[in-house]
């Protein structure tokens, strides 16, 4: 029995078949609009249980004005707005103060993975970046891919041959003619 033609007074005296049929059909609906509304899988999972407990809390008063979905996800919407604003309530309001303590131990002390860099650092990593591209476009293609790939992206050796279609001692030597090559030109330009 499609739900656009389900008898009212079936669901009014929660006649079990019908109740079954209706779980069935519309709870993945539900959870998915609840993702599709930016709700975690979690969220979505609780919102969808409310929504059912709401429905057979008010299924006396459906009087079939609208379909059974659209009353369900009418539900859903209401519940997902009251969720909504019950955690702008919760929440802190702004999120830059945990952003700034997230820098710092409990002494007061930076994280040291996160502590600023001095200008002077800043200034001369950049002009290191700078050197070493000026230094990587001057190799031949094949040693700027292997050595991209493998020092840079941090690729096993077996991509590096996959992709480059190239021997693991080709690889090597490769690298080894980038490494060198790239040492003579950081050094020529940093004099």
Partial sequence: MPFNEIKYELLIQRDPTT???LVRTYTSHLYRAGLGMGLTAEESDDITQAVWLTFFDVVADFK???TVRTFLF???YNKISEYRRKNIKTEPSDQIDQIVDSYFEKNGEWVMAKAPISPEQF???TQIMEL???CLDLLP???KMAFIMKEIEEAVTDEVCTALEITATHMGVLLFRARNQLRICIESKSR
């Fill in 74 to 76: 009418g539900i859903l």
């Fill in 64 to 66: 079939g004005q609208s």
């Fill in 132 to 134: 070493l591209q000026k």
């Fill in 123 to 125: 200034l001369m990593s």
């Fill in 19 to 21: 109740i079954e049929k």
């Fill in 141 to 143: 293609t094949h040693q």
